[in-house]
Each structure stands twice: as C-alpha cells, then as structure tokens.
C-alpha cells in the first residue's frame, strides 16, 4: 500500500505547524504498518488530547480520539473487550505522564500488550507551551519565564521501574530507526514503551532559543548515542537511544482469561 493509503486526506491539511516532529513520528508509524504488512483493520488507535494526539485523526485505523491523559484507561478497556486487534497508543508527554502518569505506571505494571508512543517534545505545545514533566531544570517556557526549577522524568527509567516489557527511546531524526523501533514495539507482547524525541519549534524551540526544527533535530543527533557507544563511556551526559529492554512476562488479557476461564469452572 502507499503512505497515503494510510491517512485520511479528508482531514488535510494537518494542523500541526510547520517543522513539528509530530509529522515525522506520523510517518514512522506508517512505515512500521506498511513493512508489518498489517491491514489497517487489525489496528486501533486510542489518543487523548494534544497535537500529538491528533495523529488518531489522520491515521486511517480504527480510531479513538478520547480525553487528555486517558488514552491507556481506554485503551485497556478496548484491548481486554478485543485482545486480537493491535492498539497503538500515541501520547504527548503532558498527555503521558503529567495527568495521564497514573494510567501510564499502572497500565506497564500490568504488562497489557499495548504500544505507547510518548512524543516528548517536553513542552505543552496545544495549550501554548506550559512546562511539562519531561521539560527539566533551567529550560523556559511559557508557565517558567525565569526558567523550570522541576526535575524530569526519565520515560525510559520511569517505563522500565513500573514493568513495562518493551522499552526504547529514539528521535524525529533518525528516522529509520524510529520505523524499526515501532515494528518492533508493536509486534511484542506486553506493555511497550517508544519514547521519541520530537521537535516542538513554536514553543520549546522558540522560548529555548533552539532555533528551526532542522536545527533542533541536529541538536538531537549531537545529544544522543546508540545504547552503550563509545561516546557515551566518553560523555556520560549523552542520551542513550535503542532498545533498553526486552523480555516476556505475562501478557494482561491472557492472564485474564484464565480467570474467566476458572471462574466458569473450566468450561
Ligand atoms: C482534563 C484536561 N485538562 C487539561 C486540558 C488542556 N490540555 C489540552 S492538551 C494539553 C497538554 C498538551 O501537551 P502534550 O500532552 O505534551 O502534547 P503536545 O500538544 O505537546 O503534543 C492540555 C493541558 C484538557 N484538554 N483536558
Ligand atoms: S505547537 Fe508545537 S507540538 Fe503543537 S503543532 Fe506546533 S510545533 Fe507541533
């Protein structure tokens, strides 16, 4: 199928502004669909509310375009009532682990077989660029006008500690390995976490002063190394990206079958 065979062009043009990663992890997604060879009625798209959640509209999947921070609630709900589709949940940082970080621990704790899509661009870019839980000390935005005093989380870290059983970060720049992180993500069975570092220019970019969109993607290939590279041994301070786990454990729904199972008597 063609890229375009994916979207619905009835919602063009996108209202993402020009330059915004969003665009890209679009893309990815599609390209790690399309290389799955998964049709596009096997496949769910459950989003809350933000930029990056306007990605439920143009995909053309079975969508769920729901409320900011409650994308997993239902997604869970979608995924237990039909365990054979394949639920793909992209979230903004704000949306995942600002009010939406209750639902993000719990649903990794249980290891349901989703695939979350953290688009960290760490700012709030629909509501005009508040701080987030990913924006870290000393960045500026529009609620930290001398700039943020608050830590940020580690997507990665924070994934792994609750039970998440797929875990990866990559960026809107490499964009190969962001299609192949995806593939990968959406075939595990688990709860799977993709952290992609995404460009915001309008608001992280503008109030940063990071420049373009091109440079801020520059500014993340100079800031992140393969897991384990040389570089990193070298500059700790460097951001790892690639696969940082992967394991089986047992899967939500499948757990919960036997207990309907028992429950029923073994019938
Ligand atoms: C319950 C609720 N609280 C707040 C909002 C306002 N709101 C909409 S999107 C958003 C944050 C968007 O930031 P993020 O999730 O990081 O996504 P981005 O727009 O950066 O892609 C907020 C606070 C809302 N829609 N619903
Ligand atoms: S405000 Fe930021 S996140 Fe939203 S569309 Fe514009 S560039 Fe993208």
Same mark, same amino acid.
């Given at each position: 199928?063609?890229?375009?065979?994916?979207?619905?062009?009835?919602?063009?043009?996108?209202?993402?502004?020009?330059?915004?990663?969003?665009?890209?992890?679009?893309?990815?997604?599609?390209?790690?669909?399309?290389?799955?060879?998964?049709?596009?009625?096997?496949?769910?798209?459950? /989003?809350?509310?933000?930029?990056? /959640?306007?990605? /439920?509209?143009?995909?053309?999947?079975?969508?769920?375009?729901?409320?900011?921070?409650?994308?997993?609630?239902?997604?869970?709900?979608?995924?237990?009532?039909?365990?054979?589709?394949?639920?793909?949940?992209?979230?903004?940082?704000?949306?995942?682990?600002?009010?939406?970080?209750?639902?993000?621990?719990?649903?990794?704790?249980?290891?349901?077989?989703?695939?979350?899509?953290?688009?960290?661009?760490?700012? &709030?870019?629909?509501?005009?660029?508040?701080?987030?839980?990913?924006?870290?000390?000393?960045?500026?935005?529009?609620?930290?006008? &001398? /700039?943020?005093?608050?830590?940020?989380?580690?997507?990665?870290?924070?994934?792994?500690?609750?039970?998440?059983?797929?875990?990866?970060?990559?960026?809107?720049?490499?964009?190969?390995?962001?299609?192949?992180?995806?593939?990968?993500?959406?075939?595990?069975?688990?709860?799977?976490?993709?952290?992609?570092?995404?460009?915001?220019?309008? &608001?992280?970019?503008?109030?940063?002063?990071?420049?373009?969109?091109?440079?801020?993607?520059?500014?993340?290939?100079?800031?992140?190394?393969?897991?384990?590279?040389?570089?990193?041994?070298?500059?700790?301070?460097?951001?790892?990206?690639?696969?940082?786990?992967?394991?089986?454990?047992?899967?939500?729904?499948?757990? &919960?079958?036997?207990?309907?199972?028992?429950?029923?008597?073994?019938?």
């Amino acid at each position: 199928m063609a890229v375009k065979d994916y979207i619905r062009q009835r919602f063009f043009p996108h209202l993402w502004c020009a330059g915004c990663g969003h665009g890209i992890v679009l893309n990815g997604l599609i390209r790690a669909v399309e290389n799955l060879g998964m049709s596009r009625n096997e496949i769910v798209m459950v /989003s809350g509310i933000g930029c990056s /959640s306007r990605i /439920s509209g143009y995909m053309d999947f079975h969508t769920l375009h729901t409320i900011h921070g409650r994308a997993l609630a239902f997604a869970t709900g979608v995924k237990l009532s039909k365990p054979e589709l394949n639920v793909i949940v992209p979230m903004g940082d704000g949306d995942a682990l600002a009010i939406g970080g209750n639902h993000f621990i719990h649903a990794a704790r249980r290891n349901i077989d989703i695939t979350a899509i953290v688009m960290n661009n760490r700012i &709030y870019g629909m509501t005009g660029g508040q701080y987030s839980p990913l924006t870290g000390p000393g960045m500026m935005a529009t609620t930290a006008p &001398y /700039s943020n005093i608050d830590q940020g989380f580690d997507v990665v870290e924070m994934a792994k500690a609750a039970g998440a059983t797929f875990v990866a970060r990559t960026t809107t720049y490499h964009v190969q390995q962001l299609a192949d992180i995806i593939h990968d993500a959406i075939l595990h069975e688990g709860f799977s976490v993709v952290e992609v570092m995404c460009q915001c220019p309008t &608001y992280f970019g503008r109030k940063n002063k990071q420049g373009s969109a091109v440079e801020m993607m520059r500014h993340m290939k100079a800031v992140t190394t393969p897991i384990g590279s040389k570089a990193k041994k070298e500059n700790p301070e460097l951001i790892e990206r690639g696969v940082f786990l992967q394991e089986d454990r047992p899967e939500y729904c499948n757990e &919960y079958n036997r207990i309907i199972e028992r429950a029923m008597g073994g019938k």
